[in-house]
């Protein structure tokens, strides 16, 4: 019971007082990846610690051992001796129900979800085959738009994205910074960092971990898609690129150039940049692989002092189980 609280105890100070904390945070403006890290490895370690707690109530924990016959045997007392009692038993089917559900809920939203964007972005590419005319030398989809937008469609099937709008609005350097920017979405991938984001805060949406790590994701992505851009083109020349697109629409299913959050993205480029030494994204890196590591060592340390015990001492089930609960 005591691994069951104590989990639980960690998901929940993590889903509500972690967001709290993190949210805006400055030092994830000045090192966007590691930011959006640690929104994922936090939103990961709540989830795991919430469903080894519903396992740790549901399932006792057994010593491990390389004889079939002897551990199945050492299960099947546990279970028994566990279920015996009417409270073991109510508790255990809480803990089942918690970690199947959640685990259900998490699978179905992201399934959903996949499917959606999949949908989306197939729908929106045959509208861009029919209308967009192709510029092979600079691997651009050019969209007859006074508008000025620029978005990219990722994916397998990739389209990056421009209305002539833009081409007009842009000079030649910072065309070079906007299409380095949506390259960086594709090349890091930002679609499946989204998505996974977007079913967490779909699949528990008052859960504030997940409702805040979307949007704070979604601006970091964004703010780390701005530094390649800059490192490519100069933070003052990318600085320009996004507020002549700043205004432009993308459809659902592409991540856009400009957005929402492009006011602050626009004064974080031209204020003087100071990013995170690379001892502070080593601490960073390390405390969220500890936040990750914390759920399972709570669950292995009982299992490891399980291992210590023998399995039939005095001949009764209950003295051959030690539970994780
Ligand atoms: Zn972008």
């Known amino acids: 019971m005591i691994v069951a609280a104590v989990l639980f105890a960690y998901a929940a100070l993590l ?88 685990l259900g809920r998490v699978a179905w939203c992201t399934g959903e979800a996949l499917l959606r964007i999949r949908r989306e972005r197939r729908a929106h590419r045959e509208v861009l085959d029919m209308v967009g005319r192709p510029d092979t030398t600079r691997g651009l989809v050019v969209l007859d738009h006074e508008e000025p937008a620029a978005y990219c469609l990722p994916g397998r099937h990739r389209r990056t994205v421009i209305t002539t709008g833009a081409l007009h609005a842009l000079a030649d350097d910072q065309l070079v910074a906007v299409l380095a920017h949506e390259r960086a979405h594709q090349t890091e991938r930002h679609d499946a960092v989204l998505a996974w984001a977007q079913a967490l805060a779909r699949a528990f949406p008052r859960v504030p971990l997940f409702r805040i790590g979307e949007a704070e994701i979604s601006r970091l992505v964004e703010m780390r898609a701005d530094d390649v851009a800059a490192a490519r083109s100069g933070r003052l020349i990318t600085a320009a690129a996004l507020l002549a697109v700043a205004g432009g629409r993308a459809p659902a299913a592409a991540i856009s150039a400009g957005g929402s959050t492009a006011a602050r993205r626009v004064r974080r480029l031209i204020e003087p940049h100071h990013p995170l030494s690379r001892l502070r994204i080593a601490a960073g890196s390390l405390t969220a692989a500890i936040a990750l590591a914390v759920p399972l060592l709570v669950v292995g340390g009982p299992a490891a002092a399980a291992t210590q015990l023998n399995y039939c001492p005095d001949g009764t089930p209950a003295a051959q189980v030690t539970t994780m609960r």
């Open 15 to 102: 889903s509500t007082v972690a967001p709290r904390l993190l949210r805006g945070a400055h030092w994830a403006e000045r090192a966007p990846r590691l930011g959006i890290m640690v929104w994922q490895v936090l939103g990961a370690s709540a989830l795991t610690a919430a469903v080894l707690a519903g396992l740790a109530l549901s399932v006792p924990t057994v010593r491990v051992s390389t004889d079939l016959a002897e551990l199945l045997q050492a299960c099947v007392m546990a279970l028994t001796a566990q279920y015996a009692t009417p409270g073991g038993a109510s508790a255990g089917a809480a803990g089942a129900v918690l970690a199947l559900a959640g």
